[in-house]
Antibody
């Protein structure tokens, strides 16, 4: 059974940093593309970043230059390093993965989410 | 403002059918057959209901179906049930320079 478990969220001051983790089980994180998707309180979903099986990474313009996605194959874990955080980064952050690494069809599996609150 | 446009709300009675639209551009919905739909109950993670415009993942009820015409995709739910009440989001792969996937703003489905 595929399972994704996020951790690392919390309260951080504007300008601060936070690293989110997403521990995967039931599949290998390096075999599929994996993304971070966020949802501000009471708002819709927003794609944040992706890392492909080959290691290529891409970011939404809203986080480019501030966030870094990575993975540790030995720990089967996905990460999101978030720097220079702003109030508008406040959201529940989900990690998500696709069952088909060859197609950008969307995300079959989602974690339960971790809340990041940026506030002084 | 979301990249894809969805109605804020739709409603229907048990047993009826409803359709949720999702309008984008030729850079996303109209340009790729990578439209997906997600169901989200309050406080829960999204669940994939439709991918590649009209395909259902294993385990998703055949009461859910998807289609696309031009720049507009649609999700139809037939035989409405109380447990279908949720938020629904469409998404598409995009050739936009600002993102790789875009989402709609979400539609709140109320089962009367």
């Amino acid at each position: 059974e595929v399972q994704l478990v996020e951790s690392g969220g919390g309260l951080v001051q504007p300008g601060g940093s936070l690293r989110l983790s997403c521990a995967a089980s039931g599949f290998t994180v390096s075999s599929n593309y994996m993304s971070w998707v966020r949802q501000a309180p009471g708002k819709g979903l927003e794609w944040v970043s992706v890392i492909y099986s080959g290691g290529s990474t891409y970011y939404a313009d809203s986080v480019k230059g501030r966030f870094t996605i990575s993975r540790d194959n030995s720990k089967n874990t996905l990460y999101l390093q978030m720097n220079s955080l702003r109030a508008e980064d406040t959201a529940v952050y989900y990690c998500a993965s696709s069952e088909d690494s060859s197609s950008p069809r969307g995300f079959d599996y989602w974690g339960q989410g971790t809340l990041v609150t940026v506030s002084s | 403002q979301s990249a894809l446009t969805q109605p804020a709300s739709v409603s229907g009675s048990p047993g009826q059918s409803i359709t949720i639209s999702c309008t984008g551009t030729s850079s996303d919905v109209g340009g790729y057959n990578y439209v997906s739909w997600y169901q989200q109950h309050p406080g829960k993670a999204p669940k994939l209901m439709i991918y590649d415009v009209s395909n259902r993942p294993s385990g998703v009820s055949n009461r859910f179906s998807g289609s696309k015409s031009g720049n507009t995709a649609s999700l139809t739910i037939s035989g409405l049930q109380a447990e279908d009440e949720a938020d629904y989001y469409c998404s598409s792969y995009t050739s936009s320079s600002t993102s790789l996937w875009v989402f709609g703003g979400g539609t709140k489905l109320t089962v009367l």
